[in-house]
Protein backbone atom coordinates (compact mmCIF):
# COMPACT_ATOMS: atom_id res chain seq x y z
CA UNK A 1 0.00 0.00 0.00
CA UNK A 2 1.06 3.55 -1.21
CA UNK A 3 1.33 5.58 1.96
CA UNK A 4 2.93 8.74 0.36
CA UNK A 5 6.32 8.60 2.74
CA UNK A 6 9.26 7.26 0.98
CA UNK A 7 10.03 4.06 1.38
CA UNK A 8 12.49 2.64 3.73
CA UNK A 9 15.70 1.29 3.70
CA UNK A 10 14.62 -1.95 4.77
CA UNK A 11 12.70 -2.03 1.45
CA UNK A 12 15.74 -1.19 -0.44
CA UNK A 13 18.70 -2.81 1.07
CA UNK A 14 19.85 -6.04 0.11
CA UNK A 15 19.69 -8.31 3.07
CA UNK A 16 22.72 -10.14 3.13
CA UNK A 17 26.15 -8.21 3.38
CA UNK A 18 28.90 -9.99 1.86
CA UNK A 19 31.90 -9.91 4.62
CA UNK A 20 36.20 -10.98 4.73
CA UNK A 21 38.43 -11.30 7.19
CA UNK A 22 40.51 -8.20 7.94
CA UNK A 23 43.57 -10.87 7.46
CA UNK A 24 42.01 -11.12 3.60
CA UNK A 25 44.86 -9.82 1.48
CA UNK A 26 43.63 -7.46 -1.36
CA UNK A 27 43.61 -10.29 -3.88
CA UNK A 28 40.82 -12.32 -2.35
CA UNK A 29 38.86 -9.17 -1.90
CA UNK A 30 39.05 -8.16 -5.03
CA UNK A 31 37.99 -11.56 -6.21
CA UNK A 32 35.16 -11.54 -3.79
CA UNK A 33 34.06 -8.35 -5.26
CA UNK A 34 34.43 -9.20 -8.99
CA UNK A 35 32.67 -13.28 -8.26
CA UNK A 36 29.67 -11.49 -6.07
CA UNK A 37 29.59 -8.29 -8.48
CA UNK A 38 29.56 -6.45 -5.16
CA UNK A 39 30.77 -2.84 -5.08
CA UNK A 40 31.56 -2.93 -1.35
CA UNK A 41 32.64 -6.03 1.05
CA UNK A 42 32.20 -5.53 5.00
CA UNK A 43 35.63 -6.54 6.58
CA UNK A 44 35.89 -8.30 9.89
CA UNK A 45 37.81 -9.11 13.18
CA UNK A 46 37.01 -12.10 15.51
CA UNK A 47 33.81 -12.01 14.22
CA UNK A 48 32.82 -8.16 14.69
CA UNK A 49 32.24 -5.48 12.27
CA UNK A 50 35.85 -3.86 11.78
CA UNK A 51 35.32 -1.60 8.36
CA UNK A 52 33.98 -1.65 4.77
CA UNK A 53 36.15 -1.85 1.78
CA UNK A 54 35.21 -0.25 -1.60
CA UNK A 55 36.04 -0.35 -5.05
CA UNK A 56 37.04 2.91 -4.98
CA UNK A 57 39.77 1.91 -1.87
CA UNK A 58 40.98 -0.62 -4.62
CA UNK A 59 41.32 1.47 -7.56
CA UNK A 60 44.69 3.51 -5.90
CA UNK A 61 46.58 0.11 -5.85
CA UNK A 62 45.49 -1.31 -9.03
CA UNK A 63 46.63 2.57 -10.62
CA UNK A 64 49.93 2.21 -8.71
CA UNK A 65 50.84 -1.20 -9.98
Known amino acids: ADSGSPPAA???MTPVGVSGDA???VQEVA???AT???HR???TRAGKMAGII???DLLPLVRDM
Open 54 to 56: SAM
Open 23 to 25: GAT
Open 31 to 33: ETM
Open 41 to 43: VLV
Open 36 to 38: GRI
Open 10 to 12: RDT
